[in-house]
């Protein structure tokens, strides 16, 4: 079945750095998301990602899809404390269920 | 309204108890999800709906029980519950059935069984 894997599993920053979260899907996706979940909190939609290698900016988050469509990557830029959470990548297969990824949790220290 | 309203928050059940829970949407939204949460764990996909109808059942067992008696309105219903399936249930919505548009979520029930 579809598999998607998510890394680093747990993120580590100093306040103000950049980091990135890669998603990698063992098939080729129609489309991926984002969410965010915050501690105690529910998944968060963040974007949509459709076409191979398009890229999309959210103020200081940058999203990319990949050419072939099989792998995905968040950055973000001066990260700050309302950045803690658990960031998701979900991927779907033409015609399937969505599948998420495994998370990366991202810890900001001040 | 962009909202998708659990109900109850928190739940604690016997293993030998009922119980539902509701989700309740008013965006018009014509798919519909119930999804299980393990602490540290990615949602995992238990049922989908669309168009009021059950579509996907991702072999869940059958001591779980959903029901979608409209478009807004989703239940899942328990019996004879596990220790095991103590997680957060979270319901969620999309536009369409494929899900071809962000999920809407619940902020989820968090049930324990004892």
């Known amino acids: 079945g579809q598999q998607v894997m998510q890394i680093p599993q747990y993120q580590h920053v100093q306040e103000g750095e950049d980091f990135t979260t890669y998603c990698n899907s063992s098939?080729?996706?129609?489309?991926i998301q984002w969410y965010k979940q915050r501690p105690g909190g529910h998944p968060v939609f963040l974007i949509q990602?459709?076409?191979?290698?398009e890229v999309k900016k959210q103020k200081r988050l940058t999203f990319q899809f990949g050419e072939a469509k099989k792998n995905s990557s968040l950055h973000i830029t001066a990260t700050q404390t309302t950045d803690v959470g658990t960031y998701f990548c979900?991927?779907?297969?033409?015609?399937?269920?969505?599948?998420f990824g495994g998370g990366t949790r991202v810890l900001v220290k001040p | 309204d962009t909202e998708v309203t659990q109900t109850p928050k928190h739940l604690v059940m016997g293993m030998t108890n009922k119980k539902s829970l509701k989700c309740e949407q008013h965006?018009?939204?014509?798919?519909m999800y119930w999804y299980k949460q393990k602490a540290k764990k990615p949602p995992e996909l238990m049922f989908v709906y669309s168009y009021e109808k059950l579509s996907i059942n991702e072999s869940v067992p059958s001591r779980f029980s959903p029901e979608c008696p409209n478009s807004s309105l989703l239940n899942l219903h328990l019996h004879a519950l596990q220790p095991e399936d103590s997680a957060l249930y979270l319901c969620?919505?999309?536009?369409?059935?494929?899900?071809?548009?962000?999920?809407?979520f619940g902020s989820g029930t968090r049930l324990t069984v004892v």
């Open positions: 965006m018009g939204h014509r798919a």
């Open positions: 098939t080729t996706l129609s489309n």
């Open positions: 969620a919505s999309s536009q369409i059935a494929r899900g071809d548009y962000g999920y809407t």
């Open positions: 990602l459709v076409k191979s290698g």
């Open positions: 979900a991927g779907q297969a033409a015609g399937n269920k969505l599948t």
